[in-house]
T-cell receptor, first 114, second 114 residues
Framework: GESVGLHLPTLSVQEGDNSIINCAYS??????FIWYKQESGKGPQFIID?????DKRQGQRVTVLLNKTVKHLSLQIAATQPGDSAVYFC?????????????FGAGTRLFVKA | EAQVTQNPRYLITVTGKKLTVTCSQN?????MSWYRQDPGLGLRQIYY???????DKGDVPEGYKVSRKEKRNFPLILESPSPNQTSLYFC?????????????FGPGTRLTVL
């Protein structure tokens, strides 16, 4: 499969534990934030999103927290499973001239030990 | 099946030989974008398009061209490829140009320029 990077921060967790992946974003004008999951050989896939007027949003087994004061985003995965092993990217969308631009973080590799 | 397709998936070429990577989506999405992914750098936006005949530069547009003559297609053109354009390329689409939308990604194109 495609290699997505050799120099990524790595988080290793035991199956069943909770995982927390952190991200610092860059643009204080960004108004929408997304977490993507990228498995080997595939393109990024949407997990969960949050608008800038919120500080927490929950999905199925995943929660995103947004702290605009320190420009920090986190992804919490409950009861982590082997299928969660992947690279996780945060992304920020900023409105620009009728459209938007997207900036991605460098990514974190999550490794789940069975 | 709703999807973003890219062709070719793998390409090895030589410096200076013009090439085109095609991207097509069947979801009637307005917004389309190209990214490159390099180790440790995450995904960086090359160009994006808010609709037919509307394109704009992302963060790393040098050496690339795009066109959006039809809503479903957004080809990436390298007029004179160089080795520093060796990378993994992703096309993505989003339902509208509002920044409050996630993107759907293609499977990626691995390009090697010798």
């Amino acid at each position: 499969g495609e290699s997505v990077g050799l120099h990524l921060p790595t988080l290793s967790v035991q199956e069943g534990d909770n995982s927390i992946i952190n991200c610092a974003y860059s643009n204080s004008a960004s108004d929408y934030f997304i977490w993507y999951k990228q498995e080997s050989g595939k393109g990024p896939q949407f997990i969960i999103d949050i608008r800038s007027n919120m500080d927490k949003r929950q999905g199925q087994r995943v929660t995103v927290l947004l702290n605009k004061t320190v420009k920090h985003l986190s992804l919490q995965i409950a009861a982590t499973q082997p299928g969660d092993s992947a690279v996780y990217f945060c992304a920020e969308n900023g409105a620009l001239g009728g459209g938007f631009k997207t900036i991605f973080g460098a990514g974190t590799r999550l490794f789940v030990k069975a | 099946e709703a999807q973003v397709t890219q062709n070719p998936r793998y390409l090895i070429t030589v410096t200076g030989k013009k090439l085109t990577v095609t991207c097509s989506q069947n979801m009637n999405h307005e917004y389309m974008s190209w990214y490159r992914q390099d180790p440790g750098l995450g995904l960086r936006q090359i160009y994006y398009s808010m609709n037919v005949e509307v394109t704009d530069k992302g963060d790393v547009p040098e050496g690339y061209k795009v066109s959006r003559k039809e809503k479903r297609n957004f080809p990436l053109i390298l007029e004179s490829p160089s080795p520093n354009q060796t990378s993994l390329y992703f096309c993505a689409s989003s339902s509208s140009s509002s920044s409050y939308n996630e993107q759907f990604f293609g499977p990626g194109t691995r390009l090697t320029v010798l």
